[in-house]
């Protein structure tokens, strides 16, 4: 492209197109496992839709015991340590700030990817322009991954993709239309709302709808007043409306401004109904930020190996390549958005999956471009099953496994495709080293523990040692050990024995009641409306927070601020004995172990 402005080359390993959540947490896999990688980002923070340019809050598989874990957690537990009253930007900064600290990391802020050049199926570079330098940059790399949502490297190197809603027919699925059509999920722009002490008045613009009572909001159904998708009850622990939703029946992209625009004036106007029409009781309620960026749940999805669908979903995805899980139901946005409103056509219907459901590595990498990966909401399945796929928790999953795929693939010369067989159980071993949790298989502990003698009962090592590293239902409480403070694991040899690296998972409480009192976040630490009643995070009591380890009696590790579940301690030497001493908690009385050992 000819250009007055100047033009910087890159060369990397990985460059990533987005830097949402997927795309983030894809950088991060990759680069700690030894990749050079660059990660170009269209806004000036990242997070895509969770980022404080758009708020939507973390959500993954249901039931508590099924949180995602891996560089999700991490992100997690770094912002209820530093941010405990969980101010959005400085949710941005948690990310900015472990990116940048990883030195195989180039990150391009305000950067749009808006070319590619390819040969013979492989994307040998791309171009993007940075908005704040008046500078282009091209990247050379081994491998592409499209973590933009919108797939833009889709057009861009004539990548195989899929819009809107597949017929029925197609996949024999249930929940789509029964012909297919090019329509999507809407788009949302949210609102954050603030509870003061004293009465605060909203004056709205002009250009603002006017909705003057519930029933221009909402369906009545069989008399029963007012369904509960279009609740407006704002508060601490609410609903974050949501279904301000538009645009889902246009093209999914190139309208993305007049949606917008659409947006604010249907997020004002609700907001002014919420405060000046009908008596709603939030006069002390203040609107302290409104979204300007509308974050959109569906648009280009590619195709890759295997399309994953409803069936899969409905079947558990017991796939040999499960790489990671979802388990939010098939969460399927009509199309009209807010438009919808008769009973049998509604706002969205959930459909249950089963939590957690395994995805296969098959769907992270393009059927017809050779080095391109993806991961996030434009992952290869069908609008049904990604209706369930999208949410971030997911992502954040699909992320990690894609990342730590790329680096495999790099160190043995492989295409995406090539990585089969021996290399999916590498990939399945690496993430679950790095904290993932993958459904129907479990960690495998290293030959090196296992050969160790170990201070423990034979019962509490068959806990500690069984590659579970959660509870599995609810109040399971069998796979960790529990011991008291200042007791001490350790490991001995009788020879001199060579130890890379100690890990060591802890319980982050994943039922989350010693993090917080306000319900919503106690599933991720995220918050959009702020009620008098809101209480700052508190670390999980049950993480380890002080804590030892020696090597032949000498001390070689000692941290007592730790906020992390799972830490890994480089030893790098040869020892006869290690000892790890338990000292203290952020609050329990005991000291919970899901897993401690060498890997
Ligand atoms: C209103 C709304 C409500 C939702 N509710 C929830 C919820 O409650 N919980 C939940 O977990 N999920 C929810 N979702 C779904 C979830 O937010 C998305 O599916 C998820 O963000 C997808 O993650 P991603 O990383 O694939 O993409 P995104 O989060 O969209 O991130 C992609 C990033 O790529 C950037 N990008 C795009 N094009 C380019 C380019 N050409 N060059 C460089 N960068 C580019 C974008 O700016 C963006 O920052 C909701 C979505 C919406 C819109």
Redesign the pocket.
């Known amino acids: 492209m000819k250009s007055t402005f100047k033009t910087i080359e890159h060369s990397c390993d990985l460059c990533i197109?987005?830097?949402?959540?997927?795309?983030t947490i894809a950088a991060l896999s990759a680069a700690r496992h030894g990749l050079k990688v660059v990660l170009?980002?269209?806004?000036p923070v990242?997070?895509?839709?969770?980022?404080s340019e758009?708020r939507?809050?973390?959500?993954?598989a249901s039931g508590y015991w099924n949180r995602e874990t891996g560089i999700l957690a991490e992100f997690e537990e770094e912002n209820i340590y530093r941010n405990p009253t969980l101010a959005p930007t400085l949710w941005d900064s948690v990310l900015f700030g472990k990116v940048k600290e990883n030195k195989n990391i180039t990150l391009l802020l305000n950067?749009?990817?808006?070319d590619a050049e390819c040969s013979d199926n492989i994307i040998t570079s791309v171009t993007?322009w940075q908005l704040t330098t008046y500078s282009w940059h091209k990247v050379t790399a081994k491998y592409f991954a499209d973590?933009?949502?919108?797939s833009?490297l889709a057009p861009l190197s004539g990548a195989k993709y899929r819009i809107g809603r597949e017929g029925n027919a197609e996949f024999n699925e249930t929940i789509g239309p029964e012909i297919a059509d090019s329509k999507t999920m809407g788009?949302?722009i949210?609102l954050q709302a603030r509870e003061t002490d004293h009465p605060v008045k909203f004056i709205p613009p002009e250009w603002a709808n006017v909705y003057e009572t519930d029933d221009d909001i909402d369906i009545k159904a069989n008399n029963v007043k007012y369904s509960e998708t279009r609740d407006h009850k704002i508060g601490t622990s609410g609903g974050?409306l949501?279904w301000i939703?538009l645009g889902g029946d246009t093209e999914a992209i190139s309208n993305t401004e007049e949606t917008r625009d659409e947006l604010l004036k249907l997020a004002l106007g609700i907001w002014d109904h919420i405060k000046n029409r009908e008596d709603h009781g939030y006069d002390n309620w203040e609107l302290e930020w409104v979204g300007f960026l509308?974050?959109?749940?569906e648009s280009v999805r590619y195709i890759g190996e295997y399309i994953l669908t409803q069936n899969d979903i409905d079947n558990e995805g017991k796939f040999d390549d499960v790489i990671a899980y979802g388990g939010?139901p098939m969460d399927d946005h009509n199309p009209k958005g807010f438009k919808a409103n008769a009973i049998d056509d509604k706002a969205s219907v959930c459909y249950p999956s089963p939590s957690p459901y395994g995805i296969p590595y098959r769907c992270l990498y393009s059927k017809n471009i050779k080095n391109l990966f993806f991961?996030?909401?434009?992952i290869s399945a069908t609008h049904a099953a990604m209706s369930s796929t999208?949410?971030?928790?997911t992502?954040s999953l699909l992320?990690q496994a894609m990342g730590t795929a790329a680096s495999i693939c790099s160190k043995n010369n492989l295409k995406p495709e090539d990585l089969k067989a021996e290399y999916i159980t590498i990939l399945q071993n690496t993430l679950m080293d790095d904290g993932i949790f993958i459904p129907f298989t479990t960690r495998k502990i290293s030959n090196l523990t296992k050969k160790a003698k170990i201070n423990l009962s034979d019962n509490e090592k068959d806990v500690l040692f069984n590659g579970i590293e959660r509870p599995r239902f609810e109040n399971d409480e069998g796979n960790k050990i529990v011991l008291n403070k200042g007791d001490s694991i350790e490991f001995s040899y009788d020879e001199e024995t060579f130890v890379d690296t100690l890990r060591i998972q802890f319980d982050l409480d994943y039922e989350r009641l010693s993090v917080s009192p306000n319900k919503k976040m106690r599933v991720f630490a995220q918050k959009l409306h702020y009620g008098l009643d809101f209480v700052p995070m508190k670390v999980a009591n049950t993480i380890v927070k002080d804590f030892e380890v020696y090597a032949d009696g000498e001390l070689i590790y000692k941290n007592d601020n730790n906020y992390y579940s799972l830490v890994k301690i480089n030893i790098k030497k040869d020892i006869k004995n290690i000892k790890v001493k338990f000292n203290n908690t952020w609050g329990a009385k005991k000291i919970n172990i899901f897993a401690c050992d060498f890997i």
Do not use: F
């Open positions: 197109i987005g830097g949402g959540l997927s795309g170009i980002q269209d806004r990242l997070g895509g839709n969770c980022s758009i939507m809050w973390v959500r993954g950067t749009s990817c808006l993007a973590c933009s949502g919108d833009v788009m949302s949210l974050n949501w939703e509308p974050g959109k749940r939010w991961a996030g909401r434009n999208r949410v971030m928790g992502c992320g």
